[in-house]
């Protein structure tokens, strides 16, 4: 099943575009209000993800965690602020922490998270400790007890996970593209207008 994906910068409305290594936006130059869905939703802070400036009361609380929100931190210790904020199950992305002991010390603060991991056709991110082998990867996020994870897929391609890992995991895939081909692993497809 397909679910929709939004992103906002700055009040308004965009759509997220990987550029060979970065992220940038498409303007709409539409105001955004946050949809209110029955269903999963995943929600991107551009600000926050650009320019490490979320803007995360843009939302609306979501004690229920039903929504997933991704404000691009940067520092593992930041996730605190968006877990007190409230708006919903905090993602933490992979691609601008600083190895596997930042994503621990994330970690300390909470338990109840979405992990974040960018893909193209291999694991895109900053540091050498997440460049690994994603069942490699799965295995790791499995050992620290993270088991809810959303692949970002920035041109339309998505990892193969092998059923023996994927059963042990919550699984969700994003679409930076127009694609909504849904693998046999992922819970759920989210797909940005």
Known sequence: MVQLAEAYFNGKKVKPIWNG??????????????SESAHAQLFWDM???IKNRPSIYTLLPNPDNNVLIDSGLI????????ILADRGKVVLPLRNL????????ALNFAD???????????????HRDFKIDIVDLLHQLIKR????????????????????????????LAYLTNKNIQPSWAKEVFLFE
């Open 47 to 49: 600000g926050g993800i």
């Open 21 to 34: 290594g970065k992220f940038s936006l498409q303007d709409s130059n539409i105001d955004f209000t946050p």
């Open 98 to 105: 600083q190895g596997f002991n930042e994503l621990d010390d």
């Open 145 to 172: 007890n993270q088991v809810t994870i959303i692949f970002y897929s920035l041109n339309g391609e998505y990892p193969y996970i092998p059923a023996g890992t994927s059963s042990n995991l919550e699984l969700y």
């Open 75 to 82: 520092w593992g210790e930041d996730i605190i602020d968006l």
């Open 112 to 126: 109840n998270i979405a992990i974040g991991i960018d893909w193209s056709d291999k694991i895109e991110a900053s």
